[in-house]
């Protein structure tokens, strides 16, 4: 009679034991997908489609949320290496995702989307506008900073060119540059083809000359501080799948190499 309490204490620390390593192998982020958050630090370009995707995401993966912080390429790596925490990376350039790669904060890149740039008015066009010419000397021309890809890009095409611009505010997201020209605050602006589409009756659309000279490519990587590598590893394979490819084009997003 006496070994029957001790049978039933060891039963009870077996138990325990089995439950504490499921325990453990549960909390694991880079396995669990039961009720996870997936941080996703994209450029600002990618907002709309990004959006779509994470949606995707989720209805493929109960219990997963997506939050997506979305700004200026450059501003995404700075928090990156300041520490904060994200387990996927997407930039609006190659040489911004380079500098990440640099300082490790992210795995092997790929690039999954290409954009090029445009000219976009209000819609109806006030101050008439016909493109990078003389027509801009008296409006109010908002455009991205330099530091940032669309601004680098806009800097690159205008001196391929040969055009010297005067904008009145360069901003660090490409949708500030977007919502200025929408709303009237500007008369034009230089945003990505995406920009314009997403944009819609908004705003007008002016094709730039030569615009396909200058071509952005968009990589894609999981961060390497991320514990949920195997998470954040099928965002990565959702954003590059043939279902990834049909969302991006219908935002207006090309092939790379195309």
Partial sequence: ?????????????????LAACGSSKGSGG?????????????????????????????????????????????TLVDQLDNGAPADVLATANTSTMAKASDKKLVGQPTTFASNVLTLITPAGNPAHVTGLDSSLDSAKLVICAP???????????????????????????????????STGQADAGIVY???????????????????????????????TASRQQDLAGR???LVTSPAGRQVLDAHGFSTPGQ
């Fill in 1 to 17: 009679m006496r070994t029957r309490p001790f049978a039933l204490v060891t039963a009870c620390l077996l138990s325990l034991t």
């Fill in 30 to 74: 880079a396995s669990s997908s039961q009720n996870a958050t997936l941080t996703v630090y994209a450029a600002a370009s990618l907002t709309e489609s990004y959006d779509e995707l994470g949606k995707q995401f989720e209805a493929s993966h109960p219990g997963v949320k997506v939050t997506f912080s979305y700004a200026g390429s450059q």
């Fill in 147 to 181: 530091a940032v890809p669309c601004g680098a890009a806009t800097t690159q095409l205008t001196g391929l060119l040969g055009v010297t611009l005067h904008p009145v505010s360069e901003e660090d997201k490409v949708t500030d540059v977007r919502a200025k020209v």
């Fill in 193 to 223: 083809r995406t920009d314009a589409m997403a944009s819609g009756d908004a705003v007008d659309t002016i094709p730039i000359a030569d615009a396909d000279k200058v071509v952005n490519d968009y990589p894609i990587a999981t961060v």
């Fill in 235 to 237: 965002f990565v394979a």
